[in-house]
């Protein structure tokens, strides 16, 4: 059975960063080009960060990549913070690249929710068991971008072996609510949406958030963050205000354009993590990059 540690439970009620993977001119992985996002977060005290994560475009990645990604990120952040890595897809993938996760040295997987329109519940449940064996002993964070299962059933997933807590990313606060007082009290509820839906998952007990816009901007992040555990909402809701245009973009075009509003503004910021890959929307419109512009040097950020 996974055992989780203070320091990584205290670690996910934080700032969850969600790392691009940048592509070069030729469409290969460029592991490195992410350094100066990674030193950025760091210093920022961002407090884990995630590779393979949906705005590291897992579904576009082949396998062998993912695992590239993941063994390189470990390798860069020699554990100043922990790395989380995302496995997903067939439960064979899952499986392999839990394993691999495991002899990495990453500190947890999370696991994406399987996307095939014939998942039944007791099917996912058993998706996960089988991942959680593959593990080797790392905690499992679920990762939920639909509630359909209803909360009976992601209640029962929190209670396989090594799941440690859930990535709730599903615009629906009040059962959240209803699965948190189901669940036992030592699992770790996050909010799955980013900053704007932060304070709203907050308010109803869950901790930290994950974040995109840590590779552009790691410092508001954590001053948010910092706002919400002051119970100062207001404050949190001007600094989210300010940055809520950067989100908007992200979610246009069926959310097609949510990690080209994050590679757009790197290459804004002169940091180019390249394209993002089909079916993804390359590039933004040029509405799209004037708004994402102005945004930034509103911000002061370029």
Known sequence: MAVISPALRQALTGISGILVSPFDAEDRIQPDWLDPIIERAVNAEVDLLVVNGNTGEFYSLQASEAEQMMEAVVQKIDRRVPVINGVGRSVGEACSLAR????????????????????????????????????DGLPLMLYLRNDAMGVENIVRLTEIPGVAGVKWATPAPMKLAQAMRAAAPDIVWVCGLAETWAPAMYAVGAQGFTSGLINI???????????????NYSEAMRLIGEVEEFEAIRAEELNGTNVSGVKAALQLLGNDCGPARPPAAWPLTASQQQRMEALLRRLDVI
């Open 100 to 135: 691999a996760a495991a002899r990495a040295g990453v500190d947890a997987i999370m696991v994406h929710q399987p996307p095939d329109p014939f998942a039944a519940p007791r099917g996912v449940l058993e998706y996960v068991r089988r991942v959680a064996d593959a593990a």
């Open 217 to 231: 901007w790691p410092e508001r992040s954590v001053e948010i963050l910092r706002s919400l555990r002051a119970s």
